[in-house]
């Protein structure tokens, strides 16, 4: 079974700092992961995912994330953040292929501070 | 090219009562996942169509049921409503062949009093 940790609920930054939301996960067997941000009242939208090959995946808004397998985990980075970046982050974890359902973290609360 | 939509927007119901949740996937896609997300919790998985059959199912009791169309509209269904069913339950599509990606809608957002 696979499980996400997202360490920390809530993360105030000033605008234009950089700011790194952490996800950790585990499994038994080899994942996918993903990022998705979720602005007030909206659904998910899909920020980055990493299925394979290359380690630093880059995505929408000027995000990027690395996957690390030794301490299995999948921190999502961005160098320069933007008031308009305030929104909730989720992680989520699905087992490899032929495996259908997502397991997200409880999701970290970016808010960026003018 | 369509997103997915998801009808209604809000809703509200009372103990004991049925619900019924509508989503219509992305153009092409044929298989569609459901979610429910509590406030303040990341979503949880309640269960998935492919091609009009349940391709697997969370930890969610038989209250909540299922529907896929031949045109890959689907449903959710639940029954004897209880107050811990209030959340916001999302839909998200796939393709055939892409399934480790899922394109969520908007959401309904269910209280229930």
């Known amino acids: 079974a696979q499980s996400v940790t997202q360490l920390d609920s809530q993360v105030p930054v000033f605008e234009e700092a950089p700011v790194e939301l952490r996800c950790n996960y585990s499994?038994?067997?080899?994942?996918?992961l993903f990022w998705y941000v979720q602005y007030p009242n909206q659904g998910l939208q899909l920020l980055l995912k990493y299925l394979s090959g290359s380690t630093l995946v880059k995505g929408i808004n000027g995000f990027e994330a690395e996957f690390n397998k030794s301490q299995t985990s999948f921190h999502l980075r961005k160098p320069s953040v933007h008031i308009s970046d305030t929104a909730e982050y989720f992680c989520?974890?699905?087992?490899?292929?032929?495996?259908?359902?997502?397991?997200f973290g409880t999701g970290t609360r970016l808010k960026v501070l003018a | 090219e369509t997103g997915v939509t998801q009808s209604p927007t809000h809703l509200i119901k009372t103990r004991g009562q049925q619900v019924t949740l509508r989503c219509s996937s992305q153009?092409?896609?044929?298989?569609v996942s459901w979610y429910q997300q509590a406030l303040g919790q990341g979503p949880q998985f309640i269960f998935q169509y492919y091609r009009e059959e349940e391709n697997g199912r969370g930890n969610f009791p038989p209250r909540f049921s299922g529907l896929q169309f031949p045109n890959y509209s689907s449903e959710l269904n639940v029954n004897a409503l209880e107050l811990d069913d209030s959340a916001l339950y999302l839909c998200?599509?796939?393709?055939?062949?892409?399934?480790?990606?899922?394109?969520f809608g908007p959401g309904t957002r269910l209280l229930v009093l």
């Open positions: 153009s092409g896609h044929n298989t």
């Open positions: 998200a599509s796939s393709p055939d062949d892409r399934q480790e990606t899922q394109y």
């Open positions: 989520a974890v699905s087992a490899g292929s032929g495996t259908y359902k997502y397991i």
């Open positions: 499994s038994s067997v080899s994942v996918y």
